[in-house]
């Protein structure tokens, strides 16, 4: 038996396949802070989409997806200043 078929993480960037019916793939969802998990369970109707969905709903999942922006950019600094320190920077 196959598992049901689910929709790309929402997490910017991934490209794993999350479990039908849930937002994001388990390691994404676990890099969320404990606030923005909770805003979201408190808001999620099973069915929702995005013509559907509720204000608070749209208003968590707006600042999830901020957040999971924020993270990517900030690691892709961090990678750029390594990769930087790497080649022996300006001198």
Do not use: F
């Amino acid at each position: 038996m196959t598992a049901p078929a689910g929709q790309r993480c929402a997490w910017p960037g991934c490209q794993v396949t999350a479990r039908r019916g849930r937002l994001m793939c388990l390691k994404d969802w676990n890099r969320l802070p404990k606030y923005l998990r909770d805003r979201i369970w408190l808001h999620y109707v099973p069915g929702q989409n995005a013509l559907t969905c509720m204000p608070g709903y749209r208003d968590a999942l707006r600042d999830v997806l901020a957040y999971a922006r924020r993270v990517n950019a900030e690691a892709e600094q961090a990678a750029g200043r390594q990769a930087e320190a790497s080649q022996g920077g300006l001198w």
